[in-house]
């Protein structure tokens, strides 16, 4: 069994290292407690709920990581540490895995036990589950107790990756009766407690003074607020009736730049933007119809113009070049009308219209995007139609719903982790609906495999296959890129795994 431990790291993020930290001023100050810091988000919509299991957008991402606790987090260096869980062992081939809880409690006062962890990864598993989690933990076999304060999940495969797996957004460890968890009654073990929850409009939140960890939560309160549309968020900003935005509109960043009452803040990581196709409905059920696609898009312009150079191009697969396994190897795909009319005649095809549906609420500029993308296809010959479409309910009623559209990944971590979620055949949110045999049984066999350089190839070849093959376009990576009032602080290294600070901006700013 190999053993882990709080490292260094973990142990100046949550002790007393972490009272000294920069300023958004710059300069180096203690944190301090006090104030409501009021968050606009460019997400939202009607139809969120508490089950954890359907947060699909990042409104509900940052309302879960203020609420809640899981068992292991990313920090804020890229590392995958422990949260509710003090530490864990491995079996020497990763198929067995022992979380040791730590002493932590519920905002009702109750302690989190091993029957709470089963309960809350439960809810996730099953025939039954539609859970966006699901295909993540498809591989446990069964989890059980040893005693109150640990917990055993035994893997059908060796995987190397497994307490990253645990980080995801949509596993909070939730208070357990009869084996089940009532996540509608909004009770967590993480930073703040909620106060009030309007879907689509906001969420209010207060500090829990039991959390266990210390040196965070400095705000007494925060609110979060769903602000889809761009200009208004940024005019909420500007005015004060917010302390910080994400998404920045990045059209218009230089002219917040000018206001030195603001900060813009970036930060690289896995985000990328994507326009995805069903390749189970016609034309796109043709993989020259979708190469064809891809080689009409140009890249290049589309970071220039709409990321206003804040990113960098994509090559069609989902993992980025920072990432641990990205196959440099692939040629990058370009702009290239003459292969796009290849491929429109190799489809027997002489014309393609097809319509692009998008909104402001997919990735900020999607709109403006689509149109570029509408420019460039039609000196290949593609008739492209962009429809805007409303930005409320455009995850529920346009993205996996109609056949052509723009979507935004936050990427993962690994790309075990990418993969599994959104392009393994049949699981929830391949929003492509692509199936390929070949992936398939490469993803399982990449997930156990504990030679490095084999993983690294069978993970190349995996990307070659979403790249040729696959229903999704991803033009671009692009960073994060929010603004704050200068009144908020924080740390120096800020989590990149997603936007603000990995979502846990409540729990790691506070006012200068």
Same mark, same amino acid.
């Given at each position: 069994m190999s053993f882990?431990?709080?490292?260094?790291?973990?142990?100046?993020?949550?002790?007393?290292? %972490?009272?000294?930290? @920069?300023?958004?001023?710059?300069?180096?100050?203690?944190?301090?407690?006090?104030?409501?810091?009021?968050?606009?988000?460019?997400?939202g919509q009607t139809t969120d709920s508490y089950d954890p299991g359907s947060h699909e957008n990042g409104f509900m991402l940052d309302f879960t990581h203020t609420m809640n606790n899981y068992l292991t987090e990313v920090s804020a260096s890229g590392d995958v540490v422990g949260e509710l869980a003090e530490s864990w062992e491995a079996s020497e081939d990763a198929k067995t895995w022992t979380f040791k809880l730590r002493d932590a409690s519920f905002h009702n006062d109750t302690k989190v036990t091993s029957a709470d962890v089963i309960a809350s990864i439960r809810h996730h598993?099953?025939?039954?589950?539609?859970?966006?989690?699901?295909?993540?933990?498809? %591989?446990?076999?069964?989890?059980?107790?040893?005693?109150? !304060?640990?917990?055993?999940?035994?893997?059908?495969?060796?995987?190397?990756? &497994?307490?990253?797996? @645990?980080?995801?957004?949509? @596993?909070?460890?939730?208070?357990?009766?009869?084996?089940?968890?009532?996540? !509608?009654?909004?009770?967590?073990?993480?930073?703040?407690?909620?106060?009030? &929850?309007?879907p689509g409009v906001r969420a209010t939140f207060k500090r829990f003074d039991g959390y266990w960890k210390p040196n965070s939560a400095h705000f007494d309160s925060v609110e979060l607020l769903a602000i889809v549309d761009p200009a208004a968020r940024t005019t909420a900003l500007i005015t004060g009736e917010v302390d910080a935005i994400d998404r920045v509109e990045l059209k218009t960043v230089n002219l917040l730049k000018r206001r030195k009452n603001l900060n813009i803040e970036t930060t690289d990581g896995t985000q990328h933007y994507t326009f995805v196709m069903n390749t189970t409905t016609g034309p796109y059920d043709d993989v020259n119809v979708r190469l064809a696609l891809k080689h009409a898009i140009n890249r290049e312009e589309l970071v220039d113009k709409i990321l206003q150079g804040y990113g960098s191009v994509g090559n069609d697969h989902p993992i980025g070049r920072g990432q641990r396994f990205f196959a440099q190897e692939l040629e990058q795909r370009s702009y290239d009308p003459d292969k796009a009319k290849f491929h429109m005649k190799e489809a027997g095809l002489d014309s393609l219209p097809v319509t692009l549906k998008s909104a402001d609420a997919a990735f900020a500029g999607a709109v403006d995007a689509a149109v570029l993308f509408s420019e460039s296809a039609a000196k290949a010959g593609i008739d492209m139609k962009i429809e805007r479409v409303p930005n409320d309910g455009y995850w529920s009623n346009v993205w996996m719903q109609e056949p052509f559209c723009a979507c935004y990944w936050g990427g993962r971590p690994t790309a075990d982790w990418m993969f599994s979620?959104?392009?393994?055949?049949?699981?929830?949110?391949?929003?492509?609906?692509w199936t390929n045999d070949r992936f398939d049984s490469l993803l399982l066999e990449a997930r156990s495999e504990l030679d490095e350089g084999k993983r690294r190839e069978m993970y190349a070849e995996m990307q070659g296959l979403v790249r040729d093959d696959g229903g999704t376009i991803v033009p671009m990576f692009a960073q994060y890129v929010f603004a704050t009032s200068n009144k908020v602080a924080h740390a120096e290294q800020m989590g990149s795994n997603w936007d603000l600070d990995g979502g846990r901006w409540a729990e790691r700013w506070w006012f200068a």
């Amino acid at each position: 069994m190999s053993f882990i431990k709080p490292n260094r790291r973990e142990v100046m993020q949550y002790g007393g290292a %972490a009272a000294i930290a @920069l300023s958004a001023g710059g300069a180096i100050a203690a944190p301090k407690k006090g104030g409501t810091l009021r968050m606009g988000k460019a997400h939202g919509q009607t139809t969120d709920s508490y089950d954890p299991g359907s947060h699909e957008n990042g409104f509900m991402l940052d309302f879960t990581h203020t609420m809640n606790n899981y068992l292991t987090e990313v920090s804020a260096s890229g590392d995958v540490v422990g949260e509710l869980a003090e530490s864990w062992e491995a079996s020497e081939d990763a198929k067995t895995w022992t979380f040791k809880l730590r002493d932590a409690s519920f905002h009702n006062d109750t302690k989190v036990t091993s029957a709470d962890v089963i309960a809350s990864i439960r809810h996730h598993m099953g025939e039954d589950s539609k859970s966006a989690a699901k295909p993540i933990l498809e %591989a446990i076999t069964d989890i059980k107790a040893m005693g109150d !304060d640990a917990v055993v999940f035994e893997l059908e495969s060796g995987n190397a990756d &497994f307490p990253f797996i @645990l980080t995801d957004y949509h @596993l909070p460890i939730g208070p357990a009766k009869d084996g089940t968890v009532d996540w !509608d009654a909004g009770i967590g073990a993480g930073p703040y407690m909620l106060e009030a &929850f309007e879907p689509g409009v906001r969420a209010t939140f207060k500090r829990f003074d039991g959390y266990w960890k210390p040196n965070s939560a400095h705000f007494d309160s925060v609110e979060l607020l769903a602000i889809v549309d761009p200009a208004a968020r940024t005019t909420a900003l500007i005015t004060g009736e917010v302390d910080a935005i994400d998404r920045v509109e990045l059209k218009t960043v230089n002219l917040l730049k000018r206001r030195k009452n603001l900060n813009i803040e970036t930060t690289d990581g896995t985000q990328h933007y994507t326009f995805v196709m069903n390749t189970t409905t016609g034309p796109y059920d043709d993989v020259n119809v979708r190469l064809a696609l891809k080689h009409a898009i140009n890249r290049e312009e589309l970071v220039d113009k709409i990321l206003q150079g804040y990113g960098s191009v994509g090559n069609d697969h989902p993992i980025g070049r920072g990432q641990r396994f990205f196959a440099q190897e692939l040629e990058q795909r370009s702009y290239d009308p003459d292969k796009a009319k290849f491929h429109m005649k190799e489809a027997g095809l002489d014309s393609l219209p097809v319509t692009l549906k998008s909104a402001d609420a997919a990735f900020a500029g999607a709109v403006d995007a689509a149109v570029l993308f509408s420019e460039s296809a039609a000196k290949a010959g593609i008739d492209m139609k962009i429809e805007r479409v409303p930005n409320d309910g455009y995850w529920s009623n346009v993205w996996m719903q109609e056949p052509f559209c723009a979507c935004y990944w936050g990427g993962r971590p690994t790309a075990d982790w990418m993969f599994s979620t959104a392009y393994k055949g049949g699981v929830n949110w391949n929003d492509a609906y692509w199936t390929n045999d070949r992936f398939d049984s490469l993803l399982l066999e990449a997930r156990s495999e504990l030679d490095e350089g084999k993983r690294r190839e069978m993970y190349a070849e995996m990307q070659g296959l979403v790249r040729d093959d696959g229903g999704t376009i991803v033009p671009m990576f692009a960073q994060y890129v929010f603004a704050t009032s200068n009144k908020v602080a924080h740390a120096e290294q800020m989590g990149s795994n997603w936007d603000l600070d990995g979502g846990r901006w409540a729990e790691r700013w506070w006012f200068a």
